[in-house]
């Protein structure tokens, strides 16, 4: 490559995102121990046979499916970032902004709820209000109005959506998760 070589651009995709599978192809067997500075799936070297090539295709798309479901990435106003849905709070929306809040603080995102919804829709997220999409995970209780969250914040359940919001939760205490 031109402008950086491949050990620099493992670098600068492991600085956005620790979960991208990087697999080395190249006729440089020196450089093969740098690999593990990035955690690098494999360094195949070349020539490399068409068998080898589809284990090594089948064995990264495997690594994808494992690692692919827990997390889903943002665009922040430094760039993207990938963030663990386990590390979710809840999001709440805020005019045309959605904070989300983790375990670790605050992040802001342009976007609106009923989009970021329609993306966790599968990962036990519901939402309990207009404003709030909280992770089941995270519900430690309710009481009154309120869910308890593991945090020890309390969110307003809206009346309307008490009823699902219960159904969903004890789905996924019951084990849908």
């Known amino acids: 490559m031109s402008e950086m070589d491949g ?20 006729a440089a067997p020196q450089y093969a121990i740098s690999g593990y500075e990035v955690r690098a799936l494999s360094y ?10 589809s284990q090594e295709l089948k064995k990264s798309i495997d690594m ?21 849905l386990a590390d979710i709070l809840y999001l709440e929306s805020i005019r045309h902004t959605i904070v989300i809040h983790t375990l670790e ?3 802001s995102i342009n976007g609106t709820l009923k989009d970021v919804e329609a993306k966790l829709a599968d990962h ?5 209000n207009s404003c ?20 020890g914040e309390q969110l307003r359940v809206s009346r309307p959506r008490k009823k699902a919001f219960m159904a969903a939760l004890t789905d996924y205490m019951g084990g849908g998760r």
């Open 7 to 26: 050990m620099a651009a493992a670098r600068r995709i492991r600085e956005r995102d620790d979960k991208v599978v990087i697999v080395f192809i190249t």
């Open 44 to 53: 195949l070297l070349k020539p490399l046979p068409w068998f080898a090539f």
């Open 64 to 84: 994808v499916r494992r690692n692919g479901d827990d997390s889903m990435l943002i665009e922040t106003g430094n760039g993207q970032m990938r963030l663990n």
């Open 105 to 107: 603080g605050k992040l």
């Open 124 to 128: 036990h997220f519901f939402r309990s």
């Open 132 to 151: 709030y999409l909280v992770n089941l995970k995270h519900v430690t209780g309710v009481a009154d109005q309120d869910c308890i969250m593991s945090n």
